[in-house]
């Protein structure tokens, strides 16, 4: 059975995996992310040796790769990233090159949300919205049940809209972007202004699940941050559903609960339309790694069936000869 492999590579960690034809995670392998300001090469060494254990002694018949930045309209470049070194890189040829495997390269968000699409939480809908939080936002839109990418192939970077005029300082440039009020990021700097320092998001998180109230405030302002950002985005959308993704989602309802009171509190006309339900995303923080490598098995099917109808017709015409 040919063996297809999606890596997640976000601010914090790179998370490879080998995924069934049924979108089951088969085998999985977790790195740190070097970090931004470090030379690329770390981060594709980390996402070397996280393929390279999943794969095991077996060649990858194709690597999906799910990028936390902007990837372009081709899948080729990530244009972008604010938690990743890569600006304006050749990052898929560069990986195939190294790999000597075929590579797809796509934004996190649009992996998880195709994942979503095929095997979990948006199934069934033709409109949804996808929120991913980790340390920072992601985001993807769906649109006639599929993945819109937008002309730039861009569409979908909710977490660089800004929510605060001269707010905080965010890792893109920008000041005041919404993911400097909800994400890993922003939770972690909650508890460490009321003076609870050295903690990381999944330490918070499992605070808050023990009752600390000091975390469970933390994620009370990280929620109504994400509905009051979710209201604004269903009132540009209109979607049948939100499903919320990432590391945050993790915390389940204490995450979900203060976002739907606030998102029906901010939603405009909340009380004369359907109202979409606000969910977790069924496939959990793997969600992108599955979309990639997804992506990665239907094109390299597609490009399969495209050599094979070649081979067929130069069969036919040397017949005819």
Same mark, same amino acid.
């Given at each position: 059975?040919?063996?297809?492999?999606?890596?997640?590579?976000?601010?914090?960690?790179?998370?490879?995996?080998?995924?069934?034809?049924?979108?089951?995670?088969?085998?999985?392998?977790?790195?740190?992310?070097?970090?931004?300001?470090?030379?690329?090469?770390?981060?594709?060494?980390?996402?070397?040796?996280?393929?390279?254990?999943?794969?095991?002694?077996?060649?990858?018949?194709?690597?999906?790769?799910?990028?936390?930045?902007?990837?372009?309209?081709?899948?080729?470049?990530?244009?972008?990233?604010?938690?990743?070194?890569?600006?304006?890189?050749?990052?898929?040829?560069?990986?195939?090159?190294?790999?000597?495997?075929?590579?797809?390269?796509?934004?996190?968000?649009?992996?998880?949300?195709?994942?979503?699409?095929?095997?979990?939480?948006?199934?069934?809908?033709?409109?949804?919205?996808?929120?991913?939080?980790?340390?920072?936002?992601?985001?993807?839109?769906?649109?006639?049940?599929?993945?819109?990418?937008?002309?730039?192939?861009?569409?979908?970077?909710?977490?660089?809209?800004?929510?605060?005029?001269?707010?905080?300082?965010?890792?893109?440039?920008?000041?005041?972007?919404?993911?400097?009020?909800?994400?890993?990021?922003?939770?972690?700097?909650?508890?460490?202004?009321? &003076?609870?320092?050295?903690?990381?998001? %999944?330490? #918070?998180?499992? @605070? =808050? /699940?023990?009752?600390?109230?000091? *975390?469970?405030? +933390?994620?009370?302002?990280?929620?109504?941050?994400?509905?009051?950002?979710?209201?604004?985005?269903?009132?540009?959308?209109?979607?049948?559903?939100?499903?919320?993704?990432?590391?945050?989602?993790?915390?389940?309802?204490?995450?979900?609960?203060?976002?739907?009171?606030?998102?029906?509190?901010?939603?405009? &006309?909340?009380?004369?339309?359907?109202? %979409?339900? #606000?969910?977790? @995303? =069924? /496939?959990?923080?793997?969600?992108? *790694?599955?979309? +990639?490598?997804?992506?990665?098995?239907?094109?390299?099917?597609?490009?399969?069936?495209?050599?094979?109808?070649?081979?067929?017709?130069?069969?036919?015409?040397?017949?005819?000869?």
């Amino acid at each position: 059975m040919a063996l297809f492999i999606g890596v997640d590579i976000g601010g914090t960690k790179v998370l490879a995996t080998a995924v069934s034809s049924t979108g089951r995670v088969v085998r999985t392998a977790v790195r740190s992310t070097p970090g931004r300001r470090v030379e690329s090469r770390l981060v594709e060494d980390a996402l070397t040796e996280a393929v390279q254990e999943v794969a095991g002694i077996r060649r990858p018949a194709a690597i999906g790769i799910a990028a936390a930045g902007f990837v372009d309209a081709q899948g080729e470049r990530v244009r972008f990233a604010p938690h990743l070194p890569w600006q304006d890189e050749g990052v898929r040829a560069r990986l195939a090159e190294r790999w000597s495997a075929p590579v797809v390269l796509d934004n996190d968000a649009n992996c998880a949300a195709r994942a979503e699409l095929t095997y979990g939480a948006v199934s069934g809908a033709q409109d949804a919205l996808v929120i991913t939080l980790g340390t920072g936002i992601g985001g993807a839109v769906v649109l006639d049940g599929a993945v819109h990418r937008g002309y730039n192939g861009m569409a979908g970077e909710f977490g660089h809209m800004q929510v605060v005029p001269g707010g905080r300082d965010c890792e893109c440039g920008g000041t005041g972007c919404w993911e400097q009020y909800c994400s890993g990021n922003a939770l972690v700097r909650f508890v460490r202004d009321q &003076g609870v320092s050295d903690l990381s998001g %999944p330490q #918070v998180t499992e @605070a =808050a /699940l023990a009752g600390d109230e000091t *975390a469970l405030a +933390a994620f009370a302002s990280v929620g109504e941050w994400l509905g009051v950002g979710a209201a604004n985005l269903v009132a540009a959308f209109d979607p049948e559903i939100v499903v919320i993704g990432g590391g945050l989602s993790a915390a389940g309802d204490l995450l979900l609960e203060p976002a739907r009171d606030a998102m029906r509190d901010s939603l405009v &006309g909340a009380a004369h339309r359907t109202v %979409p339900p #606000v969910v977790r @995303a =069924a /496939l959990g923080p793997e969600a992108g *790694a599955i979309g +990639a490598a997804d992506l990665a098995r239907q094109r390299f099917r597609t490009v399969g069936t495209r050599a094979r109808a070649r081979r067929r017709a130069a069969r036919g015409t040397g017949q005819r000869r």
